[in-house]
């Protein structure tokens, strides 16, 4: 029995197929104050919590979460949009990308300094948004997709990272980022693979205890899942596979001992209400020297892209393992 307090509603339909057949699936817990209860809609396999958290919950958590990472990056952010500009510049001489949940924006960076596109971003965390805009000089938008508001058809890029599974309404998520595409525009979603991530939660519950989740990931998308999502959605699928298949075997419990963080099993939103983001530090040199370090050298990430592309195991939706999945997909 859940306590209301914290939650939104139950709900009897499903988020995407309207269906109503559910099964349970898995328990877990959001920074331990939340019990979770996870079902999977028999019709499209689409797997959620049930209940859902609030979303005046989902914010402490992730400002804890924010607190608690203290940064989502850097170097290696920066080096994210460098590639990112590099796979950009082919499709397009120019253009307007929007980076959906951008964080402190060095990924935009990367784009910006080495991509004639013009890169913006939406954040909800207000320090994020902040630096941002003050520090790296970038046009960031506070709030979520939702909130984007009179500037129907001006991206031609959107880039979803990691993001699509902590939205609270996928379908509503996903029209409204159609809207922001211009006709024939593009999208990119990463996102676990919630067939095998799903799994973990599942091997946690036979190993005798519910995980806690600090991200709130309380969608699950399995690839067949992910690919209807978008289709239903407007959208023409360009490119769709899942990889990495270094997490497979544990998380379907298949080994002796079942690896997970155990320092997430300890959190909760108690020991971050007192504390704020204030120990993230960056200098300017060491910002400008991103554009100049010898690990980013456009030659190094060409030749990264290429034995990555070489050596990386892609599977269809067909067959749904891998720990991350991608979609590319254009704007009907």
Request: glycine share 8%; net charge positive; hydrophobic share 40%.
């Amino acid at each position: 029995m859940f306590n209301s307090a914290g939650y939104n509603p139950s709900v009897e339909r499903c988020y995407f197929c309207n269906g109503s057949d559910f099964c349970p699936h898995s328990e877990a817990t959001y920074w331990l104050d939340f019990p979770l209860h996870f079902v999977e809609c028999r019709t499209c396999r689409l797997i959620f919590a049930n209940p859902m958290p609030s979303l005046q919950t989902i914010q402490a958590g992730n400002r804890a979460l924010n607190i608690h990472h203290r940064s989502r990056g850097t170097l290696s952010q920066y080096r994210g949009g460098k590639e990112f500009a590099l796979a950009l510049n082919p499709i397009a001489p120019a253009g307007i990308l929007l980076d959906v949940g951008c964080a402190e924006g060095f990924f935009l960076l990367g784009v910006k300094e080495n991509s004639p596109w013009q890169a913006e971003g939406v954040e909800i965390i207000d320090g994020a948004v902040e630096f941002a805009r003050k520090r790296l000089g970038l046009t960031v938008h506070h709030g979520t997709l939702d909130t984007l508001e009179n500037i129907a058809g001006r991206f031609d890029f959107i880039r979803m990272n990691n993001v699509i599974e902590h939205v609270q309404h996928p379908v509503r998520f996903l029209e409204k980022a159609r809207q922001l595409l211009k006709p024939g525009g593009r999208i990119y979603c990463s996102t676990p693979n919630g067939f095998q991530d799903g799994h973990f939660l599942k091997t946690a519950n036979r190993r005798g205890f519910k995980f806690n989740l600090l991200e709130n990931h309380f969608f699950y998308y399995p690839p067949q899942t992910l690919r209807h999502l978008f289709e239903a959605g407007g959208f023409k699928i360009i490119k769709h596979y899942a990889e990495d298949l270094s997490h497979t075997l544990n998380d379907f419990g298949l080994l002796p001992r079942f690896k997970y963080p155990r320092e997430n099993q300890t959190l909760n939103l108690a020991a971050f209400q007192n504390k704020s983001n204030e120990d993230f530090v960056i200098s300017d040199e060491e910002i400008h020297a991103f554009k100049n370090h010898p690990a980013l050298k456009t030659w190094k990430l060409r030749f990264h892209k290429f034995r990555k592309e070489l050596f990386n195991v892609k599977l269809p939706p067909v067959f749904p393992l891998g720990h991350q999945q991608e979609i590319y997909a254009l704007k009907l």
